[in-house]
């Protein structure tokens, strides 16, 4: 049987309207500025979300490594929400490579207060590093796919840019926020210096991720992409797929999260699991073990025996996330085999 996967909206696959677009892709050097499919996206993407100009990354993490890299110099301190995508799960790359400290500030189920920025923030002095960015994440990967209302986000970067940083929005997921809040996505990113957002996820693009921003700032950007190993010669053969996902594939995203409320309503029901329906608002579940004692890691190992993937977040809890490769039977039939795990794990514990 094939398995229900869950682990991430990454492992979606590229549609059949993405693989013909693919195939006739009009193609060109892309470090000459000569593919036409990547100009294309990028200047799409850009549009999209307010920005000037756009460019295209292989992957979210390099947009974010190549945005941080452009706003900073080396020494610089960058503030980071605590549960950040940036600092979490990027291999510190922010610190190896872009050579910046990390200030991380604890937020709440991912997003901040003005006052949380201006805590953070010190006074000018011989001792203390050059506060010059602020990360911020939306929606918020480790919080469970959290979106920031968008009043707050305004206040929190406007608060931000007051005090002389720039703002770069971790957007990997903005169009899962987008069709939640029913607003463009554009619109939640006006007061954000940078935007990097991810084709790859439940967008289903089977490569990239788009760094937008002004004009002058993409084009240093792009330099540094080239540093990191980032410019690509026909990448329109992929790039391609991305423009599909951007013409096709946002507004479905609602499906999504429609099945990410079902499949927590589900797991509500299940005993020594613990998880918030309510809190559940874009295609990220997340689900704590501790009632049966034993960890993530090992739940997680025995419901894909049964046939569901999901990942251990930490020590006791699993994340599932929707996309478009599962249906809504798929989430009964998870619900079914996650409640035989956790029986089987009571009586065995
Ligand atoms: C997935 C993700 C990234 C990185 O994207 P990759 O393409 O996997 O490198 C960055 N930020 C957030 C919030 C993500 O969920």
Redesign the pocket.
């Known amino acids: 049987m094939i398995p229900i996967d869950l682990r991430s909206d ?1 492992v979606t696959t590229p549609t059949p309207e993405m693989r013909r677009a693919m195939a006739s892709a009009e193609v060109g050097d892309d470090v000459y500025g000569e593919d036409p499919t990547v100009r294309r996206l990028e200047e799409t993407a850009a549009a999209l979300l307010g920005k000037e100009a756009g460019l295209y990354v292989p ?3 390099m947009g ?1 490594l190549v945005a941080v890299m452009t706003h900073t110099r080396r020494g610089d301190e960058v503030l980071l929400e605590a549960e950040a ?1 940036i600092y979490y799960y990027e291999v510190g790359g922010m610190a190896v490579v872009a050579q910046v400290l990390p200030r991380l500030v604890p937020g709440r189920r991912g997003v901040l207060a003005p006052e949380d920025v201006l805590g953070a923030l010190r006074p000018a002095n011989l001792h203390f590093p050059r506060p010059t960015l602020l990360c911020l ?1 939306n929606t918020h ?1 480790r919080a469970g796919g959290t979106v920031w209302p968008p009043e707050l986000f305004e206040a929190v970067s406007t608060t931000a840019r007051r005090a002389g940083l720039a703002v770069h929005l ?1 957007g ?2 903005i169009f899962n926020a987008a069709v939640r809040l029913g607003r463009p996505a554009a619109e939640l990113c006006r007061t954000a210096d940078s935007v990097m957002f ?1 084709l ?2 439940g967008l289903a693009a089977p490569v990239g ?1 788009v760094l937008v921003g002004p004009a002058d700032w993409i084009a240093r950007a792009r330099k540094n992409r080239k540093i990191v190993g980032g410019g690509l010669r026909q990448a329109g053969v992929i790039a391609a797929a991305g423009l599909v996902a951007l013409e096709t594939m946002v507004e479905r995203l609602a499906e999504d999260h429609e099945n990410a409320r079902r499949l927590a309503l589900g797991l509500a029901g299940i005993g020594g699991l613990l998880v918030e329906p309510d809190k559940v608002e874009t295609n990220i579940v997340m689900c704590d073990v501790s009632g049966l004692r034993v960890t993530a890691v090992e739940f997680a190992r025995r419901q894909a025996e049964k046939g569901v993937l999901a990942n251990a977040v930490d020590a006791r809890r699993l994340r599932y996330v929707t996309h478009k490769d599962v249906s809504r039977r798929d989430m009964e039939r998870a619900v079914t085999l996650v409640a035989e795990t956790a029986s089987e794990t009571r009586a065995g514990a």
């Open positions: 990454t992957s979210g993490t974010n995508h994440e990967n971790d990997a997921r991810c790859s996820k991720s």
